[in-house]
């Protein structure tokens, strides 16, 4: 039994839980598939137990699930025993962070939209402690340096090799932003510049001119899995990250970020759009 399941292990279990239902079968039935309790399948599908891959095409065959490239996609999660860099920061960190480093890493492309923050992966260590010295209730110096610190690791995602395709979406109303003072709003935007320029990174902007459009009250992080049913969204909120995996949530906000994308600039005027404002500085 694991006492903390990853958000791997729990997505994983989820999807296992999907499959059963839409079979229409009770756990108590899948239990009698496969020889055990019913407990035992609640506590697979809760993440909470693992599952190997032959049970996974076990299930999937008598849930008469025919996506092979779903079920193989699963069974290369539960082979999966990756013990990352994030678990350092176990017990110091909320698990929230852990999960959303831990789905970056096994991410096949990130897709990213901000309206008033730049996003994580691409702040630079003083733009990220002046964003950590405002939350609420306040953190001390210790906590502060802690999620500086991860969040600097997480960017290293941007650098992995091979690189994953990366699309981000920022507002001007993030771009100006003052985080910190002039010179470290200055040196943020020439950190946005320089990593535009990566082959693997397409960033946009939006400008006020662009007047309101749908999705502009909120952070959105969508990451693609190996198979578009796996894909999850993370949305950003004051008490921490909130993931979604629904079918229908990921199609939603698939057409929301393709709205946004459509009425965002294009790369290179993007990236002329912000030298302007770092010059203007």
């Not at 997505?11 to 039935?29: D, I, M, S, V």
């Not at 852990?98 to 260590?125: K, M, N, R, W, Y």
């Not at 953190?139 to 610190?149: A, D, F, G, T, Y």
Request: charged fraction near 20%.
């Amino acid at each position: 039994m694991r006492s903390n399941p990853t958000g791997r292990h729990l997505r994983l279990g989820a999807e296992l839980r999907k499959l059963r239902e839409n079979a229409g079968l009770t756990a108590t039935q899948a239990g009698q598939l496969l020889g055990v309790k019913q407990n035992q399948v609640s506590n697979m599908e809760a993440g909470r137990v693992g599952v190997s891959a032959e049970r996974v095409r076990f299930l999937a065959d008598h849930y008469q699930y025919r996506d092979l490239k779903v079920v193989e996609a699963l069974c290369r999660m539960t082979a999966d025993r990756t013990r990352g860099w994030w678990e350092a920061y176990r017990g110091v960190l909320p698990v929230s962070l852990l999960d959303l480093a831990e789905t970056e890493h096994h991410a096949a492309g990130l897709l990213t939209s901000v309206t008033v923050h730049i996003p994580g992966l691409l702040q630079t260590p003083e733009h990220a402690q002046e964003i950590f010295h405002q939350d609420v209730p306040e953190l001390s110096p210790p906590e502060i340096q802690h999620r500086v610190s991860f969040r600097m690791e997480r960017q290293n995602v941007l650098h992995r090799d091979p690189p994953i395709p990366q699309q981000i979406v920022i507002h001007e109303a993030a771009l100006r932003m003052q985080f910190g003072g002039t010179r470290v709003a200055r040196r943020q935007l020439e950190h946005l510049l320089a990593t535009s320029e990566l082959p693997h990174v397409e960033l946009q902007v939006i400008p006020f001119s662009a007047g309101a459009f749908a999705g502009s009250g909120q952070s959105i992080y969508y990451v693609h899995g190996p198979v578009r049913q796996l894909d999850s969204v993370n949305l950003d909120q004051s008490h921490g990250p909130v993931f979604l995996d629904a079918e229908d949530q990921l199609a939603k906000y698939r057409a929301l970020l393709n709205r946004i994308r459509g009425i965002a600039l294009p790369p290179e005027p993007s990236r002329q759009f912000i030298h302007t404002i770092a010059r203007s500085l």
